[in-house]
């Protein structure tokens, strides 16, 4: 297996931002974690997203 290079499965940066719908992801196996919010989202719907420690 190689290693992960992938920093995140999902990053919203300091400029960005996310309103709308994240759903049924699996946001396992990046080199730093599943997801990286430097701004949070702004309401939408975040529902049934993995990371790895769901896949134990």
Excluded: K, Y
């Amino acid at each position: 297996m190689r290693p992960a290079t992938q920093t995140h499965g999902f990053w919203i940066t300091e400029r960005g931002s996310c309103v709308g719908r994240v759903e049924d992801n699996d946001l396992a196996g990046n080199a730093e974690g599943p997801t990286r919010l430097d701004t949070p989202p702004i309401g939408g719907r975040w529902e049934r997203n993995h990371g790895d420690d769901e896949w134990d």
